[in-house]
């Protein structure tokens, strides 16, 4: 993934409305974007609708938002547009499925049923969690919960037994649920 | 679907820095693999020439050894000419035909230290080698020292902190001023496969004992698996395990070789009966599974 633009050069275009500049984060984060909506099953043409939009919010959002780091901030708001339009679209099993297969594995970790859930003490205690955890579990966690990466494909690529990726996983997802708890939320 | 809360869409709001250090890991990775990659295409197209007229002229032809049981998690990053990612499915092969892959490999605990443009510009330096009787690459371990002047003290400490598990390195032959010590050492592929196999098996033992106790051994060792300096006295004491327990995970782990395990020595390590001048973690493994040369037994 080279970058061809750094952030500051993005925002910097962005201010002085310099369209040409989504053509680089297209270039540069295209494929990255079209993975996560792909990982989630959503067909090409969704798919191509969730980065157009990606890209519409990027300009409509910078300036006032200054991201520190353009990749995260495009991958965020693809995410966020891919995970609504699933929901939107929830007829389309195939993406339905991926999406409550990974959900169900990490939302196991909270009973939203009998707790009063802070939405902003959430993400602060993801964060927390993601920063106890090494490097290699980070980017594993990532890939799954993150990106709808298979454990399949997250295996091959990081040259281990897929036993052992859900393995980790399931630790991970073990702590996680311990700090949750801490935090009063099981 | 409903709309409840859900911790999955939360994620979207972690912090941006863990994204782009995942960014980055990955980016990295099919960096090294696209070298690789390339140092096995050009290989690849002299290893078939020269497979041709072999195979013209030779009844059979000479099979090289299998890839060691080595876990190629811990990062050992292969400059050697000939492995693909295909090939590492299916097993591997080196195509470095009369050195053990030891040889053509580099780790990248090593590459850490060296930097990874300082390295990447070096695996790219060209090969002004002539193909000699079966090695096609002079991108060696003993090139790569030299070449970025690495102290002795660094390698032994990534050895025997790190990689001792995974590698062979003879650091007296890699460290003397005559490259064909080292040549020579490495030359003994199936000797150093048998060894590889002896650790590979001392590796598997630990990660089983360390698996089973998980929840206690993960919380003081940053989820991580034992490496070479955690020595089994160590795992054995710190997670307080019984001795018909440490028998259990022997009998059960099958190796093509391993070593001769005491466990009367162990026991008595931990006991503080025997007692050793230098207790490194290699010197009690050593010890534990009965061999002399930490470098190369």
């Given at each position: 993934m080279k970058q061809l633009c750094t952030t500051e050069e993005v925002v910097k275009a962005l201010e002085n409305r310099d369209s040409t500049v989504l053509e680089e984060i297209e270039k540069s984060y295209g494929k990255l974007l079209r993975s996560i909506a792909f990982n989630l099953g959503l067909n090409s043409g969704d798919a191509e609708e969730c980065m157009n939009d990606t890209y519409l919010e990027v300009w409509n959002t910078i300036p006032p938002a200054k991201p520190k780091s353009i990749r995260s901030y495009v991958c965020m708001l693809m995410r966020r547009l891919v995970i609504d339009r699933i929901r939107y679209n929830s007829a389309d099993k195939r993406a339905g499925t991926v999406y409550l297969e990974v959900a169900g594995e990490l939302d196991s970790?909270?009973?939203?049923?009998n707790t009063v859930i802070d939405e902003i003490c959430i993400p602060m205690i993801l964060n927390g969690f993601l920063e106890k955890q090494t490097p290699e579990n980070r980017e594993i966690f990532l890939r799954r919960y993150y990106e709808f990466e298979g454990t399949k494909e997250i295996a091959r690529d990081l040259l281990m037994g897929v036993s052992a990726i859900e393995k980790r996983l399931s630790r991970m997802r073990i702590e996680l649920k311990k700090m949750l708890t801490e935090w009063g939320y099981n | 679907m409903n709309n409840k809360f859900s911790l999955t869409d939360k994620l979207t709001e972690i912090d941006g820095k863990f994204l782009d250090e995942c960014y980055e890991r990955r980016s990295r990775r099919a960096i090294r693999r696209k070298n690789i990659v390339k140092y096995s295409s050009l290989a690849a197209s002299v290893v078939i020439v020269i497979t041709i007229s072999l195979v013209a002229t030779l009844p059979m032809f000479r099979n090289t050894p299998a890839v060691?049981?080595?876990?190629?998690?811990?990062?050992?990053?292969?400059?050697?000419?000939?492995?693909?990612e295909g090939d590492k499915e299916i097993g591997g092969f080196s195509t470095c035909e009369v050195h053990h892959q030891s040889y053509h490999s580099i780790p990248y605990d090593l590459v850490e230290y060296i930097g990874e443009d300082e390295f990447l510009k070096w695996t790219e330096?060209?090969?002004?080698?002539e193909p000699l009787d079966g090695c096609y690459s002079n991108k060696t371990i003993y090139n790569c020292i030299h070449y970025f002047d690495v102290p002795r003290e660094v390698l032994e400490k990534i050895y025997f902190d790190t990689l001792w598990h995974s590698c062979m390195w003879n650091i007296d032959a890699l460290y003397s001023k005559d490259v064909s010590e080292s040549d020579e050492f490495y030359r003994h592929t199936d000797e150093i496969s048998t060894v590889m196999y002896k650790r590979a098996a001392l590796s598997t033992l630990k990660s089983r004992i360390a698996d089973n106790h998980w929840e206690e051994w993960s919380v003081v060792h940053e989820n991580r698996y034992p490496l070479a300096k955690h020595s089994m006295k160590y795992i054995v004491e710190f997670l307080d395990i019984s001795r018909e327990e440490v028998e259990e995970y022997i009998s059960k782990i099958n190796f093509d070789a391993t070593y001769d395990y005491d466990l009367d020595t162990l026991y008595a390590l931990i006991d503080g009966t025997i007692t050793i001048d230098n207790p490194t973690p290699t010197a009690e493994d050593a010890l534990f599974c009965g061999f002399e040369d930490l470098y190369i037994e």
């Open positions: 970790c909270i009973n939203v049923e | 060691d049981p080595v876990d190629t998690s811990s990062g050992v990053v292969e400059t050697s000419p000939g492995e693909t330096l060209e090969d002004k080698f």
